[in-house]
């Protein structure tokens, strides 16, 4: 017998520390080479750790959530012979698979995580599936352009496999609700909003948790919820927030994007996030101050020519920011196909690092849900974060075209924008929020040279 002291090894260009966010062992397991060990995230990925050798665990460094030094002790592990000679001198050097040797499923990244308070809803429908009375999809700030089948009976009559986290069958299981009538938003998996869609739905059907007492729990805060707790807690901290609400009748831009997906072809349908990214790239040249990052140790403000968008995504693990590169350089459909593809990416845990990371503005919406107006924590370093809010109608004062005035029922939806007061006026925020809102409200001006 022999034992065989697994160290952290070095998973990242100037990591010094990781956290251990999942255990696939424990004390007592049997383990053979290669089977995983755990999970460990760093500032920017989460990392597979799998066992050089076979034997059982007999020590682990600690619990879920808990921090540990590159080359301390991770996992001790006795072997039923001596250690192979091409695994031997790990117990001081260490000789783990390098950072691009081992499998790594990107989480988020640290420096640019955002608002835990919103969610891009821009490719998420709504809770109850954005249904209008007509039975098509309503359209909205969040739309996407199909919504999967329920998971309810296959054409043979069989009941269809369900999928779902545990955490959401553990939900339905407390409140007593059946997992295949729920309907899935998107993709064939039902989310937490779904059980809520469906709670809401059926609340005066004859289904009601009333009287049903959840019991208490305790949940240890660890992995991408305490990556985005701490980025949350470091930007209130550190930035002086400020915010500003203004109301733009989006009339025109709507019957725009009517018009543009009644003739696209084969591109993808548009909802209302790729015109408001043109809009916001088209006016952002007037107001360098915007699109920046401020690096507050070195006393340094960084203006950005190219804007590198981030935006806010909800993913079943936390809030994401992936990034839309030079999103000033894309037309229409090709940030209809980016964002899709990114906000895909970003749920699947197939985004790469260099997607998640280097954002020079954020922009976050919750789509139908985006309420009366917001105001979003700054995705730090950056120094302005922009939120759209829900559109809704109400009947306006309109001119009549003869000198007086008409009431007309017209779409209305705020735009929301906080800054960092230490680099942004409130004067500059207001006026880059007005030329916006000229954009907005004149949409023939984006197609514009």
């Given at each position: 017998m022999a034992r065989f002291t697994f160290n952290l090894p070095d998973i990242g260009e100037g990591i010094a520390e990781a956290e251990i966010v999942d255990w696939h062992v424990k004390v007592g397991d049997r383990v053979e080479e290669d089977d995983r060990l755990a999970d460990m995230m760093t500032d920017k990925a989460t990392v597979e750790m799998e066992s050089p050798v076979a034997g059982k665990v007999v020590e682990v460094a600690g619990e879920t959530g808990d921090t540990i030094a590159i080359g301390s002790m991770l996992v001790v592990i006795e072997t039923e012979g001596e250690v192979p000679e091409d695994v031997q001198g790990a117990e001081d050097a260490a000789p783990a698979p390098k950072a691009d040797e081992v499998e790594e499923r990107i989480e988020v990244e640290t420096s640019d995580a955002s608002d835990a308070d919103d969610a891009i809803a821009a490719e998420k429908p709504s809770p109850l599936?954005?249904?209008?009375?007509?039975?098509?999809?309503?359209?909205?700030?969040?739309?996407?352009?199909?919504?999967?089948?329920?998971?309810?009976?296959?054409?043979?009559?069989?009941?269809e496999k369900v999928l779902a986290s545990p955490a959401v069958r553990a939900r339905a299981k407390d409140l007593g609700i059946d997992l295949a009538e729920v309907r899935p938003a998107e993709d064939g998996r039902i989310r937490h909003a779904d059980l809520d869609a469906f709670l809401s739905y059926n609340a005066g059907s004859g289904f009601s948790a009333a009287g049903r007492v959840r019991a208490d729990e305790q949940i240890k805060v660890i992995g991408l919820r305490k990556r985005i707790a701490?980025?949350?807690?470091?930007?209130k901290r550190h930035i002086p927030h400020f915010s500003y609400v203004e109301e733009c009748d989006v009339t025109e831009l709507e019957?725009?994007?009517?018009?543009?997906?009644?003739?696209?072809?084969?591109?993808?349908?548009?909802?209302?996030?790729?015109?408001?990214?043109?809009?916001?790239c088209r006016t952002l040249p007037g107001f360098p101050m915007i699109n920046a990052r401020y690096d507050d140790e070195a006393g340094m403000v960084t203006r950005h020519g190219a804007v590198h968008l981030g935006m806010a995504t909800q993913t079943d693990k936390g809030l994401m920011v992936p990034v839309i590169r030079d999103a000033q350089a894309k037309n229409l459909w090709q940030l209809a196909r980016e964002i899709g593809r990114l906000a895909e990416a970003?749920?699947?845990?197939?985004?790469?690092?260099?997607?998640l990371s280097g954002s020079t503005l954020t922009l976050t919406s919750l789509g139908p849900l985006g309420g009366v107006a917001t105001t979003p924590v700054i995705n730090r370093p950056e120094v302005a974060i922009i939120g759209p809010n829900r559109i809704i109608e109400r009947p306006m004062f309109v001119p009549d075209g003869m000198g007086g005035e008409r009431i007309e029922k017209r779409k209305l939806m705020n735009v929301s924008i906080s800054c960092d007061h230490r680099v942004v006026d409130g004067y500059d925020a207001a006026s880059f929020v007005q030329a916006l809102k000229k954009l907005l409200e004149t949409p023939v001006l984006l197609l514009a040279d």
């Amino acid at each position: 017998m022999a034992r065989f002291t697994f160290n952290l090894p070095d998973i990242g260009e100037g990591i010094a520390e990781a956290e251990i966010v999942d255990w696939h062992v424990k004390v007592g397991d049997r383990v053979e080479e290669d089977d995983r060990l755990a999970d460990m995230m760093t500032d920017k990925a989460t990392v597979e750790m799998e066992s050089p050798v076979a034997g059982k665990v007999v020590e682990v460094a600690g619990e879920t959530g808990d921090t540990i030094a590159i080359g301390s002790m991770l996992v001790v592990i006795e072997t039923e012979g001596e250690v192979p000679e091409d695994v031997q001198g790990a117990e001081d050097a260490a000789p783990a698979p390098k950072a691009d040797e081992v499998e790594e499923r990107i989480e988020v990244e640290t420096s640019d995580a955002s608002d835990a308070d919103d969610a891009i809803a821009a490719e998420k429908p709504s809770p109850l599936q954005g249904r209008g009375r007509s039975g098509e999809a309503a359209e909205g700030v969040g739309d996407v352009s199909g919504v999967p089948h329920s998971p309810a009976l296959s054409p043979e009559g069989e009941r269809e496999k369900v999928l779902a986290s545990p955490a959401v069958r553990a939900r339905a299981k407390d409140l007593g609700i059946d997992l295949a009538e729920v309907r899935p938003a998107e993709d064939g998996r039902i989310r937490h909003a779904d059980l809520d869609a469906f709670l809401s739905y059926n609340a005066g059907s004859g289904f009601s948790a009333a009287g049903r007492v959840r019991a208490d729990e305790q949940i240890k805060v660890i992995g991408l919820r305490k990556r985005i707790a701490q980025n949350m807690a470091e930007s209130k901290r550190h930035i002086p927030h400020f915010s500003y609400v203004e109301e733009c009748d989006v009339t025109e831009l709507e019957r725009l994007r009517a018009d543009l997906n009644a003739n696209r072809g084969s591109k993808p349908k548009l909802t209302m996030l790729p015109l408001l990214i043109a809009a916001i790239c088209r006016t952002l040249p007037g107001f360098p101050m915007i699109n920046a990052r401020y690096d507050d140790e070195a006393g340094m403000v960084t203006r950005h020519g190219a804007v590198h968008l981030g935006m806010a995504t909800q993913t079943d693990k936390g809030l994401m920011v992936p990034v839309i590169r030079d999103a000033q350089a894309k037309n229409l459909w090709q940030l209809a196909r980016e964002i899709g593809r990114l906000a895909e990416a970003a749920r699947d845990g197939s985004a790469k690092s260099e997607e998640l990371s280097g954002s020079t503005l954020t922009l976050t919406s919750l789509g139908p849900l985006g309420g009366v107006a917001t105001t979003p924590v700054i995705n730090r370093p950056e120094v302005a974060i922009i939120g759209p809010n829900r559109i809704i109608e109400r009947p306006m004062f309109v001119p009549d075209g003869m000198g007086g005035e008409r009431i007309e029922k017209r779409k209305l939806m705020n735009v929301s924008i906080s800054c960092d007061h230490r680099v942004v006026d409130g004067y500059d925020a207001a006026s880059f929020v007005q030329a916006l809102k000229k954009l907005l409200e004149t949409p023939v001006l984006l197609l514009a040279d």
